[in-house]
Nanobody, 124 residues
Framework: QVQLVESGGGLVKPGGSLTLSCAAS????????VGWFRQASGTEREFVAG????????FYADSVKGRATASRDTAKNTWFLEMNNLKPEDTATYYC?????????????????WGQGTQVTVSS
């Protein structure tokens, strides 16, 4: 059974940084892109970043552009989302998702597998 496990969330002060991880098991995502999404309380899930199959194409939501870096460790079947200069409006549950295509999508419905999410809270 495919399983994605996110980690790295927590409480951070405004201006701080953290790195989220997404580890995949029971599956080799050799033909897959990955997306990062987030969902704040009472809002819809929104796209944060997308990473293509080999990492050559990466794009970000305007809200995090310049503050987020998506990457992958192919050997470990793990993806990362580094967030810097965090703001209170970044507070949300963050999810990674796998799309069995070469390129990621900004639409959550295009992804086949999802992790359980990790909470990020930005507060002083």
């Amino acid at each position: 059974q495919v399983q994605l496990v996110e980690s790295g969330g927590g409480l951070v002060k405004p201006g701080g940084s953290l790195t989220l991880s997404c580890a995949a098991s029971a599956y080799t995502f050799s033909n897959s892109a990955v997306g990062w999404f987030r969902q704040a309380s009472g809002t819809e899930r929104e796209f944060v970043a997308g990473l293509s199959r080999f990492g050559g194409n990466i794009f970000y939501a305007d809200s995090v552009k310049g503050r987020a870096t998506a990457s992958r460790d192919t050997a470990k079947n793990t993806w990362f989302l580094e967030m810097n200069n965090l703001k209170p409006e970044d507070t949300a549950t963050y999810y990674c998702a796998i799309r069995e295509r070469q390129l990621p999508s900004r639409l959550s419905r295009d992804y086949e597998y999802w992790g359980q999410g990790t909470q990020v809270t930005v507060s002083s």
